[in-house]
């Protein structure tokens, strides 16, 4: 795909699940992100889950629909159906009919793999709004991370599909050492293809990720990541009426807060994880966590199959701990700064993965530019592999390090590709990267 033109376009719409002033007197989660089956169709060399085989024991669809209306009572706003892949579950438009007609948005993540045209259909006359499909790079890079040749074309594919459909298109990208300088080009194709929404988020150590230490960007790389990402949202997201919705692990205040969170000029900005607060997880197999991504060793507070999800919400220590914890609750480096009320070390699912507990994030770009300003970085070392279960992490080591002194502003590259190089590469490229940086980069460690 060639370079595109820029055109202007209305501004991204607000969230359904955007918190009110009502919902900060009531107090209950919004949003709901559900793991209907772990099997996948894909590969993904980053999967949190290690998804690929259905769970042994996963709900029945009469236990889904049950599921459906303690959510709608909860007072739930919208549900993402995740997976694995989501409608490799053959009741899936059952349980997206009942989300809709319960009154709750309906939305849904895929790899894209096989979004045939049938489905497409199903997923209209469900009544789900919006279908995010998983793009992490040009085609070389994003087939090798998600583990299928041909991913690529298939995930667009699937996208083109959605965008003739009535149904909103949105993209979701992890930003790694394989994807970041690669980012410009593929907003281009995202502009291309129509969506309406891009959110990303920074690839963590947990399950397949966690085997692979040399995909993960370093805490100091954020002082590339942010410089790029208010390039992208000035020159390229905005313009084109595209809603850039950073992940929680994306942050944390610093002079790129504003711009980059989405309604920040409004005011908007990190307020501390939504783990159990105003979101939800639940796994295929009933469990309820405050996050789908936090470890489920750690942070299940029961099953629905035994406890109401408004009873776990309510008393679990699992869910409650996160919402509840203050200041004296942090260490390392996030306990003593200037932000710590507000942002409680940022996300729970990055500190977690990286270090065995929260309250120490490393990956934040106020930290890295205060580290900057002493002359030195942070860098992180594997010191434990993962066990090979779903939502597994090892263990890593924060190495506090002196920093070289960094290029002129116009010299400076990212992660190593020139500007210029970054700059001209197109959609149609298969990649920035040799194949064997790619292999060198997704190898088990």
């Known amino acids: ?40 169709d894909l590969g993904c060399r980053h999967c949190g889950s ?26 739930i706003r919208e549900v993402t159906l995740i997976g ?22 309906c939305s849904m993540t895929t790899g894209g793999r096989d979004l045939s045209a049938e489905r ?25 991370l998600r583990g299928r040749k041909g991913a690529f074309e298939s995930a667009l594919a699937s996208a083109k599909r959605i965008a003739d459909s009535p149904i909103r298109l949105g993209a979701n990208t992890q930003i790694n050492r394989l994807s970041l300088p690669e980012l410009p080009a593929l907003v281009d194709v995202l502009v291309e293809l129509g969506i309406n929404a891009w959110q990303i988020q920074l690839t963590v150590p947990m399950g397949r990720a966690a085997d692979r230490p040399e995909l993960l960007l370093q805490p100091y790389d954020l002082l590339e990541v942010f410089p790029l990402l208010a390039y992208l949202k000035s020159t390229k997201l905005t313009p084109n009426g595209i809603g850039l ?18 309604r920040g000029e409004e005011g908007v900005h990190w307020s501390g994880c939504s783990a159990g607060k105003w979101s939800i997880g639940l796994e295929a197999d009933g469990k309820i966590k405050g996050c789908p991504s936090l470890p489920t060793q ?33 260490w390392g480096y996030c306990r003593t700064c200037y932000y710590a009320a507000e942002c409680k070390a940022g996300c729970s699912w990055t ?27 942070e860098r992180v070392v594997k010191v434990e592999g993962a066990s090979g279960k779903p939502f597994d992490t090892g263990r890593f080591e924060i190495v506090v390090e002196d920093l070289e002194e960094r290029a002129p502003l116009e010299l400076r590259t990212i992660l190593g590709r020139s500007q210029e190089e970054v700059a001209s590469l197109t959609g149609d490229a298969p990649s920035i990267w040799s194949l064997e940086h790619i292999r060198a980069a997704l190898k088990s460690r």
């Not at 259909?121 to 709004?129: C, D, L, Y």
């Not at 929260?358 to 990956?363: E, S």
């Open 50 to 75: 290690r998804a690929g085989k259905a769970r042994p024991d996963e709900l029945s669809t009469k236990e889904c629909l049950e599921v459906v209306d303690q959510l709608a009572k909860l007072g």
């Open 84 to 105: 694995g892949e989501a409608y490799l579950r053959e009741d899936w438009p059952e349980i997206a009919a009942e989300i809709t007609r319960q009154g709750m948005v």
């Open 245 to 262: 919705y950073p992940g929680n692990n994306i942050g944390y205040f610093g002079p790129y807060e504003q711009l980059l969170r989405f």
């Open 298 to 330: 750690h942070y299940t507070g029961a099953n629905v199959r035994d406890l109401s999800i408004a009873e776990t919400v309510a008393t679990t220590p699992e869910l409650k701990y996160l919402r509840e914890r203050t200041v004296e609750d942090l």
């Open 1 to 40: 795909m060639a370079m595109t033109t820029i055109t202007t376009k209305p501004r991204a719409r607000r969230p359904v699940r955007a918190v009110t002033p009502e919902d900060l007197e009531r107090g209950t989660p919004l949003y709901c992100v559900w793991e209907i089956t772990l099997a996948c």
């Open 120 to 144: 497409v259909e199903q997923a209209v006359a469900s009544g789900i709004k919006l279908i995010s499909v998983s793009l992490d790079g040009l085609q070389q890079t994003h087939d090798a």
């Open 351 to 377: 500190s977690h993965s990286l270090l065995g507990k929260t309250g120490n994030n490393p990956y934040c770009i106020h930290r890295a530019m205060d580290f900057e300003r002493r002359g030195q970085r």
